[in-house]
């Protein structure tokens, strides 16, 4: 790495999923391979194909944030608030020992507070504008995550919201990682929040075929990589990671989980929905993240793909690391974590990026679940149904979204 950038490390934490709530209960069901799939419960999904999805369970915002405050919030905003509070403290920081004006927040989203937003359109049709509550303004547009991360937390900073898709999380992990390599912040909440099993949204995705449908068995019904995969399952949740200038971080002896090293976005220019089956935007994705790290592709230890178990994407994603690695494409282990914690849309990036941030602290790789007949040209090392115990250095988060929008983070273990 150049010698002369800002040098940014990962010192804090936060989830809220839907295989915990806690980063120690995240990661333990993640490597058992316990699914949060289950029927939904959020609105009546008996005239739908695909009736199940992972909700977070036992989830009260009450219990971690003003109950007044939560009821004004739309979920996607009270999952991003408590899981950068969580990583805030995670990270040992305060108010008061930190230099507000030098932290800034990333929040990623794909649909923001569309749950509030569609029950507002409902009261408007049905009762007219004067029974709409005010408050749906803060939920109404995706700038609000952010901007109640930045009140809740009391930090002046830049709080700005990205939206690239399913790529979202990713990306906004890169624009800190960027902030604090220019010199602009010394510390960045960076992640992503979604709240998007809406009945809506469920039926655009049912209508489009893209989601799993083994209704009788939730936890085996996602497939990535597998010849009977017919899609994936909608989660919700949120993800954020304290980054830090390494100095900052040493100088108050901060934990330190992994370093980020580079970054890297690219755009297909395809289709408005599809991939291109030869994935050019996955490989210079990874092409040009590698090249920021200052890294070889043979360095590489483990990828978190993206892996969405559509009849497309895991070839695709496939081809592309292949395509990339070469021949060290068969020595990389390679997992597909969504089956255990459903697709989370704009937020898959942030928490599969902690996924990686985890597998190098911790030392051991999450399976990829319910892969029993690996597809046609599927034959990579995707740590079938067992965690794997493995000193990984430098790990690598794949993301595909809508119109082409890919991302690549690299995280390497710090002081290797």
Wanted: with cysteine.
């Amino acid at each position: 790495m150049d010698s002369t950038k800002r040098r940014v490390v990962i010192t804090g934490i936060g989830v809220l999923a839907p295989n915990g709530l806690s980063v120690d209960t995240f990661w333990e069901s993640l490597c058992a391979g316990k699914s949060g799939a289950a029927p939904i419960t959020h609105f009546d999904a008996s005239k739908l194909p695909t009736r199940i999805a992972c909700e977070l369970k036992n989830f009260d915002p009450g219990d971690y944030m003003d109950p007044k405050k939560a009821k004004r919030l739309d979920p996607s905003l009270q999952f991003g608030v408590i899981a950068a509070k969580q990583a805030f403290t995670d990270a040992g920081l305060h108010k008061d020992n930190v230099d507000p004006t030098r932290v800034s927040i990333f929040e990623g989203t794909s649909v923001g507070g569309m749950r509030s937003t569609l029950e507002g359109n409902l009261v408007y049709l049905e009762k007219g504008y004067r029974a709409m509550s005010p408050f749906g303004l803060i939920n109404a547009y995706c700038g609000g995550g952010s901007s109640e991360i930045a009140l809740e937390l009391e930090l002046p900073g830049r709080a700005v919201t990205i939206c690239t898709a399913c790529s979202s999380g990713n990306d906004a992990i890169g624009f800190g990682l960027q902030a604090i390599r220019e010199d602009d912040s010394d510390i960045v909440i960076a992640g992503a929040t979604e709240a998007p099993i809406v009945g809506g949204y469920v039926g655009i995705f049912s209508a489009a075929k893209s989601l799993a449908r083994g209704n009788d068995d939730p936890q085996t019904a996602m497939k990535p990589f597998d010849r009977k995969r017919d899609g994936f399952l909608l989660g919700e949740g949120a993800a954020f990671v304290v980054l830090e200038e390494l100095s900052h971080a040493l100088a108050r002896n901060a934990r330190i989980y992994a370093e980020v090293v580079g970054q890297a976005s690219a755009c297909e220019a395809y289709h408005s929905v599809a991939q291109n089956p030869e994935g050019p935007g996955i490989f210079r994705a990874m092409q040009k993240a590698l090249r920021a790290a200052n890294m070889r592709p043979d360095e590489v230890h483990y990828i978190n793909a993206h892996a969405s178990a559509t009849e497309s994407n895991d070839l695709v994603e496939t081809r592309a690391i292949k395509r990339l690695f070469r021949d060290h494409a068969r020595r990389l282990a390679i997992s597909g974590t969504k089956p255990v914690t459903g697709h989370l849309a704009g937020g898959a990036g942030a928490l599969e990026s902690v996924i990686c941030a985890l597998a190098i602290h911790r030392g051991v790789i999450p399976p990829t679940i319910n892969l029993t007949e690996p597809e046609e040209g599927c034959d990579l090392d995707y740590v079938p149904g067992v965690a794997r115990s493995y000193p990984v250095k430098v790990a690598m988060n794949l993301n595909a979204g809508f119109g082409g929008k890919n991302s690549c983070l690299i995280l390497k273990q710090f002081g290797s």
